[in-house]
C-alpha cells in the first residue's frame, strides 16, 4: 500500500500509457491487416492520453521535474530559500485549490454528456484533471511538512 501511494501517479500514468499504445495499436492492425477498422480504438486511446499527460504532470511535480525559473533562486541563502519555497506551495495550494473546485464542477456537469462512440460519460474524459489538482494540493503539502 505504502508503494501504491508513493508511485500513485507514475502507476496510473504508465497504465494510461499502455491502453493508448495498445488500443492505438490494435486500430492499425484492425484497419491496415484485418480490413476491418474498428472506430472505438481512436476513442479510448484519446481518452487514455488524456490521462497520461495529467497523471505526468502530476508526477513531474511531485519530483520537481517541472519547468522552473531558479536564476535567482540559488543566490538566496537557505533561510529565504526555506521561506520561500513555503510560500510558493501555499498560494499554489489555495490557486490549485480553486480549479480544483471548478474541474469537480466541470467533471459533474460532463456525466451526462456521453462520448461520441463509447457512449460513456465525458466525466471518464475530464476526471484526470481532478486528479491532476488533487496530487499537486496532496504533494505540496506534503512539501511543506517536510
Known sequence: M??????????????????????????????????????WSNEVATIAFTWTVFLGAAAAWKNNK?????LVYNFFPNKIKIISDWLKNIILIAFIGFALYLSIQFTITAYNKPT?????????????????FSSIILRSIQKIIK
Open 2 to 39: 505504502k508503494f501504491a501511494f508513493k508511485y500513485f501517479e507514475e502507476l496510473l500514468a504508465s497504465i494510461a500509457i499502455s491502453i493508448v499504445v495498445i488500443s492505438a495499436f490494435y486500430g492499425v492492425i484492425s484497419r491496415y491487416i484485418l480490413n476491418n477498422p474498428v472506430a
Open 66 to 70: 517541472h519547468i522552473h525559473l531558479d
Open 116 to 132: 461520441a462512440i463509447l457512449r460513456i460519460p465525458f466525466s471518464y474524459v475530464d476526471v484526470p484533471v481532478v486528479i491532476f
